[in-house]
């Protein structure tokens, strides 16, 4: 009876040490994008978070916001055209991009 409680309890723990690295990291990639504030070096953030989420695919099912911003901003195709050409950034783009940014989740 042991065995299992301990299997539970070692199961419990890395599944909870897993989602706490998940969420440190996205809260750091988060960070990184909101302070990039030159609309020429978004190109790295952009993709550390379309990497990220290449890694961990199963917070694609779990979040809309998750999903809602890989399709609108990491799916796009003028930035994966393009990058950070000038063109494609207006304030009202770039402030949509915050606001869906503030809104990823790990959980």
């Known amino acids: 009876m042991l065995g299992i409680v301990e299997k539970i309890v070692t199961w419990l723990y890395e599944y909870f040490q897993k989602r706490r690295s998940l969420e440190t990291e996205l809260e750091g990639l988060k960070a990184g994008l909101r302070m990039t504030m030159i609309w020429k070096h978004l190109d790295a953030p952009l993709h550390t978070l379309r990497d990220f989420f290449i890694r961990n695919p199963r917070l694609l ?34 402030d949509q991009l915050h606001l869906d940014a503030n809104s990823l989740q790990a959980a």
């Open 61 to 94: 099912e779990k979040s809309f916001e998750n999903m809602l911003f890989v399709n609108r901003w990491l799916m796009d195709q003028h930035w994966q055209a393009f990058g950070s050409d000038s063109g494609i950034w207006t304030k009202e783009r770039w």
